[in-house]
Antibody, heavy 114, light 110 residues
Framework: QVQLQESGPGLLKPSETLSLTCAVSISSDHWWSWLRQPPGKGLEWIGEMYHGRGTHYNPSLKSRVTLSVDKSKNQFSLNLTSVTAADTAVYYC??????????WGQGTTVTVSS | EIVLTQSPGTLSLSPGERATLSCRTSQSVSGSYIAWYQQRPGQAPRLLIYYSSRRATGIPDRFSGSGSGTDFTLTISRLEPEDFAVYFCQQYGTSPPMYTFGQGTKVEIK
């Protein structure tokens, strides 16, 4: 049973960079993804990465997002620059399979406030 | 970008009743790219249906998915108390590659 665990700072100031990591056993057979959900709202896909093969980003966030994998540490990471209050959300790391999200982390809450 | 519109916004039903949730896409899509999720309060979403009609591992057979083209449906044949939650549909697009979600349908106890 694959389990995913997000970690990172819960509070950021506007213009700072959000950095989150996800502990996971990175396999070469899956795409890995980050998604987020603002309070009381729906789900937004941030991007996906296939270790050693490619990365895709949501066009609306592409200029601020970087995904990376450190296979030696079994970590999948998200960097989001120049955050604003609109980036306040629960952030999920996830595994993709069959064009769907089949495994979700429990989520970590990130608040952007001055 | 393909837009997903779910209806109704809220569905008020009693345990034991049948729930029919709709997801309409702004352009015709392959059924292979449609999935459905359940989200209970304070929890991460859970995959119910992928490839528009295949149940994910461990999902009870009272959940079923159907549809094609621009109209997709999630049906819960007989609502159990634990089924009262929010449901999201999701589509995978290829140009550019990305996942988009509907705004959700809340199934509440009547």
């Amino acid at each position: 049973q694959v389990q995913l665990q997000e970690s990172g700072p819960g509070l950021l100031k506007p213009s700072e960079t959000l950095s989150l990591t996800c502990a996971v056993s990175i396999s070469s057979d899956h795409w890995w993804s980050w998604l987020r959900q603002p309070p009381g709202k729906g789900l937004e896909w941030i991007g996906e990465m296939y270790h050693g093969r490619g990365t895709h980003y949501n066009p609306s966030l592409k200029s601020r997002v970087t995904l990376s994998v450190d296979k030696s540490k079994n970590q999948f990471s998200l960097n989001l620059t120049s955050v604003t209050a609109a980036d306040t959300a629960v952030y999920y790391c996830a595994r993709l399979q069959s064009y769907s999200v089949d495994v979700w982390g429990q989520g970590t809450t990130v608040t952007v406030s001055s | 970008e393909i837009v997903l519109t779910q209806s109704p916004g809220t569905l008020s039903l009693s345990p034991g009743e049948r729930a029919t949730l709709s997801c309409r896409t702004s352009q015709s899509v392959s059924g292979s790219y449609i999935a459905w999720y359940q989200q209970r309060p304070g929890q991460a979403p859970r995959l119910l249906i992928y490839y528009s009609s295949r149940r994910a591992t461990g999902i009870p057979d009272r959940f079923s998915g159907s549809g094609s083209g621009t109209d997709f449906t999630l049906t819960i044949s007989r609502l159990e108390p634990e089924d009262f939650a929010v449901y999201f549909c999701q589509q995978y697009g290829t140009s550019p590659p990305m996942y988009t979600f509907g705004q959700g349908t809340k199934v509440e106890i009547k």
